[in-house]
C-alpha cells in the first residue's frame, strides 16, 4: 500500500521560515507534490518532484530523496495569507492515469 | 492555469434523495478525472478514478452503486450520490489531469453536500 506522514500543525510568525516534512511509503514511486489548500477552498498545486534535489519557485521550495523516501516543503518569508493546510502526495507508476495519495495535511498558523 | 468548475457548490438534500454533482474543465480537454471526499480538517481521500468513456475505477470500499460516476466527455464528469443519508454529508471536490504524463491535477472548487 501507499503511506504519507506529515505533521498535523506547525506554527511560525511573518516574515520566517518554515519547513514541512513529509516522509512515504509506497512501490513504484514517481514523484511527489505538495498542494495548499485554505478553507472551504480548493486545494492548488504548489510544487512537484520527481528527481533528488531542491525545486525552487519564488517563497516556496520542495525537496525530494529518493533513497530517504522523504520530501519537505519550504516557506521563506512567510506571509500571513500562507495560514493554510498543506498536502504531499505520493505519485505511484502503478497508479493509473497519474492517481495521487494525500497525506493527512498540516495546518500551518502565521501569526504576527 | 487550467479552470475546473464544479455545480451546485453548495446542496441541501432530504435523506432517501440522490444528488448529482457536476464537474467541468473549462479550457482544456481532461482526460481523466478524480473524485475526492473530504472531510472538516481531514485529508482528501480518493473515491474513483474517472476516464472519459470508460467505467470508473472505485477506490476499496466506496459503494460504485451508491456514488454513480459517469464521465461522458472530455470536459465534463458527475457524480451522482444515490439514496443520500446523513453520512453522506462532506465536501466532495473534483480534479482534472490533461494528459497520463501530466502530474499537475486541476481542482474544482468542492461541493458542500449536506443531507437532513
Known amino acids: 500500500g501507499q503511506s504519507l506522514e506529515q505533521p498535523s500543525e506547525v506554527t511560525a510568525v511573518e516574515g520566517a521560515i518554515v519547513q514541512i516534512n513529509c516522509t512515504y511509503q509506497?512501490?513504484?514511486?514517481?514523484?511527489l507534490s505538495w498542494y495548499q489548500q485554505h478553507d472551504g477552498g480548493a486545494p492548488t498545486f504548489l510544487s512537484y518532484?520527481?528527481?533528488?534535489g531542491l525545486e525552487e519557485t519564488g517563497r516556496f521550495s520542495s525537496f525530494l530523496s529518493r533513497s530517504d523516501s522523504y520530501g519537505y516543503l519550504l516557506l521563506q518569508e512567510l506571509q500571513m495569507k500562507d495560514s493554510a493546510s498543506y498536502f504531499c502526495?505520493?505519485?505511484?507508476?502503478?497508479?493509473?492515469?497519474?492517481?495521487?495519495?494525500f497525506g493527512q495535511g498540516t495546518e500551518l498558523s502565521v501569526k504576527p | 492555469g487550467a479552470v475546473v468548475s464544479q455545480h451546485p457548490s453548495r446542496v441541501i438534500c432530504k435523506s432517501g434523495t440522490s444528488v448529482k454533482i457536476e464537474c467541468r474543465s473549462l479550457?482544456?480537454?481532461?482526460?481523466?478525472m478524480f473524485w475526492y471526499r473530504q472531510f472538516p480538517k481531514q485529508s482528501l481521500m480518493l473515491m474513483a478514478t474517472?476516464?472519459?468513456?470508460?467505467?470508473?475505477?472505485?477506490e476499496q470500499g466506496v459503494e460504485k452503486d451508491k456514488f454513480l460516476i459517469n464521465h461522458a466527455s472530455l470536459t465534463l464528469s458527475t457524480l451522482t450520490v444515490t439514496s443520500a443519508h446523513p453520512e453522506d454529508s462532506s465536501f466532495y471536490i473534483c480534479?482534472?489531469?490533461?494528459?497520463?504524463?501530466?502530474?499537475?491535477?486541476?481542482f474544482g472548487p468542492g461541493t458542500r453536500l449536506t443531507v437532513t
Open positions: 518532484n520527481a528527481l533528488d
Open positions: 474517472s476516464n472519459e468513456g470508460s467505467k470508473a475505477t472505485y
Open positions: 480534479s482534472a489531469i490533461a494528459g497520463v504524463v501530466s502530474y499537475e491535477q486541476y
Open positions: 479550457d482544456f480537454q481532461a482526460t481523466t
Open positions: 502526495a505520493v505519485r505511484s507508476v502503478y497508479n493509473q492515469g497519474g492517481k495521487l495519495i
Open positions: 509506497t512501490s513504484g514511486f514517481y514523484g
